[in-house]
Structure formats: C-alpha cells, structure tokens
C-alpha cells in the first residue's frame, strides 16, 4: 500500500509540473460553413522576446508544412499590410496569410487561406495574443476558417488542429530556448 501511495505522490507531482507548461489546442468550433481552432502556451519568456519570435517564422515553423520545403523561405513583415511570404525555387512565392492589424508586443492579426486552403472558397482569419503574466507570457492564437468546402470542415478542422498545434509546440520550445530542429 505504501508502495502503491508513492505511485500516486509522484504521478501527481509529476501531471503538477506538466501544468506548469500550460500548452492546449482545442477545436473551438465546427460548422457547415467553417470553424474555429485555439492553441495557447505559457512560457517563462519575457513577452517582448515571444513577440519578437512570432515575427520570425523560419525558426519555429515546421518545413514539412511549406510549399517549398523550407522553412527558412518564410518571411513575415509584421506591419498593416506586411505579408507572411515564402519563396519557392525557380523564383516564385507563396503568400500565406496578409498583415491586417498590430499592436507591436500584444496582438497580431492576419487573413489568408494557409497551405491547403488555398485551392478552396475560403477566407481565413488568425489572430495572436501575446499577454504578460506575473511568471511569464501566455501566448494565443485563433484561426477562424470560412466558406465552402465540398466534403465539410470535421475533418479539416482536426487536421488543421493537429497541424497548428505541432507549430505552437516549436514556437514554444523557441522562446523556451530548447532545441527545435531549424525547419524539421
């Protein structure tokens, strides 16, 4: 019994400091005609420095989801109108989403239709929240997707969720300062 007690104590010390990390992704919503996806971490950074990380998308942002397989191609000028761009071999680009409102260290919101929703009727909105907290900085965004889509958004929507969180994940491990692979 006593055995079986220091179990519990260190699972639950354990799932104590994993709470500490504070990282979810949700499917907020899903609907006939779009959906909504949240993903949130805390982290110890100071907010300036996880601002300043969510501007430079080659180094948290995973090469598997790029068109030209690089993450290092990414660009994001952080500005009313600034563009979140990739460069593709053989001179040409993608524009991934499109700068539309900043308030430099607390909120970035861009429109556009990432990855495989650029071959679909739809518009998408993502906005991040960068909020400073007495042990470090929450860190948010949502992405909200609207339109048409043939065969619906369920399945989109939780692959979206599942692709959205993996880049929260090493935009985290960036500001954490641990080591993401660059583009892996």
């Avoid at 979810?24 to 950074?45: K, M, P, Q």
């Avoid at 993608?94 to 518009?123: I, M, W």
């Avoid at 949502?142 to 993996?166: N, P, Q, R």
Wanted: net charge negative.
């Amino acid at each position: 019994m006593a055995q079986m007690n220091k179990l519990m104590v260190t699972a639950v010390l354990i799932l104590v400091s994993l709470a500490g990390e504070r990282a979810s992704a949700e499917v907020v919503s899903v609907g006939g005609t779009g959906f909504e996806i949240r993903e949130t971490a805390h982290t110890a950074a100071s907010s300036d420095k996880v601002y300043a990380a969510l501007l430079l998308p080659a180094h948290w942002w995973g090469s598997d989801h790029t068109f030209s397989g690089s993450a290092a191609n990414l660009v994001l000028d952080g500005r009313a109108g600034g563009c979140w761009c990739e460069t593709l071999p053989g001179g040409g680009s993608v524009e991934h989403l499109r700068v539309v409102y900043v308030s430099p260290g607390k909120t970035l919101r861009l429109r556009g239709a990432l990855g495989p929703f650029q071959g679909l009727a739809v518009d998408g909105v993502m906005t991040w929240s960068v909020k400073s907290v007495a042990d470090g900085t929450d860190v948010s965004f949502t992405y909200s997707i609207g339109g048409y889509a043939k065969d619906g958004f369920d399945e989109l929507s939780k692959m979206t969720d599942h692709v959205l969180g993996e880049q929260m994940q090493r935009f985290k491990k960036l500001v954490d300062g641990e080591s993401a692979p660059r583009g892996h």
